[in-house]
């Protein structure tokens, strides 16, 4: 089983950008996936990203957030622009279908 640790999270007022990144311990060939999780909700997928960098947003991140990879890194990036209050959440990365494997995920918070 993969392993991944996702960075990059923080406090930015809205508006404001930040770049998460994930490193997996093995190889990401397959598909990829940035994942949200509010306290108390199941996690879910709010970015994907194919071997071949096709990428696919649900509607709420779409035009705003961009999901890339670096294979030989092992590594997945989320920019994330135009942050707003509603984009608060722990984000974790992992393949989809998710592996039984999780990160520690990183916290993002959007507050004024």
């Known amino acids: 089983q993969g392993q991944f640790v996702e960075s990059g999270g923080g406090f930015v007022q809205p508006g404001g950008s930040l770049r998460l990144a994930c490193v997996a311990s093995?190889?990401?060939?397959?598909?990829m996936g940035w994942y949200r999780q509010d306290p108390g909700k199941q996690r879910e997928v709010v970015a994907s990203?194919?071997?071949?960098?096709?990428?696919s947003y649900v509607d709420f991140v779409k035009g705003r957030f961009t999901i890339s990879r670096d294979n030989d890194k092992n590594t997945v990036y989320l920019q994330m622009n135009d942050l707003r209050p509603e984009d608060t959440a722990v984000y974790y990365c992992?393949?989809?279908?998710?592996?039984?494997?999780w990160g520690q995920g990183t916290q993002v918070t959007v507050s004024s």
């Open positions: 093995e190889s990401i060939l397959g598909v």
């Open positions: 990203i194919t071997s071949r960098s096709y990428t």
């Open positions: 992992n393949k989809i279908p998710a592996l039984s494997s």
